[in-house]
């Protein structure tokens, strides 16, 4: 059983910057990927950026990309989202989610919120204008 645990949400000015943390713990794990999705009020849970624990080929989503970067730290299990450039829009609960299985990096899954087996609790961002 993998357990995320996020940190770094808080609230910023538009233009200003956040960076969220998600450090993955357990027993005799692998990590296929870790990713961020985040969920407006009355809204769907949407990707925003994905790394492959393997390749370390970095994804986003068209609305974060260029504004928003993911790391990771192997050795400690951690993936970062580094949030720049940012708007209202991007108000949020902010959620890690990691895959531990392997069909999580085939084509587009690691996109997909259902390649994720492992979430965290989530850490609200609000942008102020």
């Known amino acids: 059983q993998v357990q995320l645990v996020e940190s770094g949400g808080g609230l910023v000015q538009a233009g200003g910057s956040l960076r969220l943390s998600c450090a993955a713990s357990g027993r005799s794990f692998r990590l296929y990927a870790m990713g961020w999705f985040r969920q407006a009020p009355g809204k769907e849970r949407d990707f925003v950026a994905a790394i492959s624990w393997n390749s370390g080929f970095e994804y986003y989503s068209d609305s974060v990309k260029g504004r928003f970067t993911i790391s990771n730290d192997n050795a400690k299990n951690t993936v970062y989202l580094q949030m720049g450039s940012m708007e209202p829009e991007d108000t949020a609960v902010y959620y890690c989610?990691?895959?531990?299985?392997?069909?999580?990096?085939?084509?587009?899954?690691?996109?997909?919120?259902?390649?994720?087996?492992?979430w965290g609790q989530g850490t609200q961002v609000t942008v102020s204008s």
């Open positions: 989610a990691a895959a531990t299985r392997k069909k999580a990096t085939n084509g587009d899954a690691i996109y997909d919120k259902d390649g994720y087996n492992t």
